[in-house]
């Protein structure tokens, strides 16, 4: 099921950049997830974070949450060719054990 | 050290031949989920398991069918393929107990439908 949208579905910048990408979702969550495709292989977890929290950091990565807003964004620093990838965020709910995914923002990274 | 294994990785099957799909995993994880995705979407939930209990979406067709014999094994079998099923489908894991972990997906299956 998909209950979000990103933005932007594309964003190409270049190397060195750093590179936003957001989600919004619809309905009330227990919390909101990032992962990373490489092309044509399988989803890789970046980040949960908990709709109690506002803020969480993992490296270069940098994950904000808005319940008021039903938004969330992934803040990429300091951006390398390696991480040109899919990213999609997905939300899980308090009733089920079921993600429900946003379309994905296609990220490239010009050397 | 893969945690989640899916076999194959390609698998081409013709028009209306049974083919199934299979997953494994080494993490002892409660819950098994079966995705489908097409090219530049998102992954679309086909069931998932909690335990032993079956979950399947609405709008799963009934051309898919799930077993999962025990804890580590989850299988995928799609009765009859049709040129609309080329896909890659993606297994993952999570283990769900008084909350969320984070989803391990394995590396996808590309199936081909000739």
């Known amino acids: 099921s998909q209950q979000g949208e990103e933005d932007p579905q594309a964003l190409s910048i270049q190397e060195g950049e750093n590179a936003t990408m957001n989600c919004s979702y619809k309905t009330s969550i227990n919390n909101l997830q990032w992962y990373r495709q490489n092309s044509g292989r399988g989803l890789v977890h970046l980040i949960l974070?908990?709709?109690n929290e506002r803020e969480k950091h993992s490296g270069r990565l940098r994950v904000t949450l808005d319940t008021s807003k039903k938004s969330s964004s992934l803040l990429i620093t300091a951006s390398r060719a390696a991480d040109t990838a899919s990213y999609f965020c997905a939300t899980g709910g308090d009733s089920n054990y079921q993600l429900i995914w946003g379309a994905g923002t296609k990220l490239i990274i010009k050397p | 050290d893969a945690m989640v294994i899916q076999n194959p990785r390609y698998q081409v099957t013709q028009f209306g031949k049974p083919v199934t799909l299979s997953c494994s995993q080494t993490?002892?994880?409660?819950?098994m989920y079966w995705y489908q995705q097409k090219s530049s979407q998102a992954p679309k939930l086909l069931f998932h398991y909690y335990d032993k209990d079956f979950n399947n979406e609405a709008d799963t067709p009934d051309n898919f069918q799930s077993r999962r014999p025990n804890t580590s094994f989850c299988f995928l079998d799609i009765r009859s393929p049709g040129l609309g099923d080329a896909a890659m489908y993606l297994c993952a894991t999570s283990r769900v107990n008084r909350g969320w972990t984070e989803a391990f997906f394995g590396q996808g299956t590309r199936l081909t439908v000739v």
């Open positions: 993490l002892n994880h409660n819950v």
């Open positions: 974070i908990r709709s």
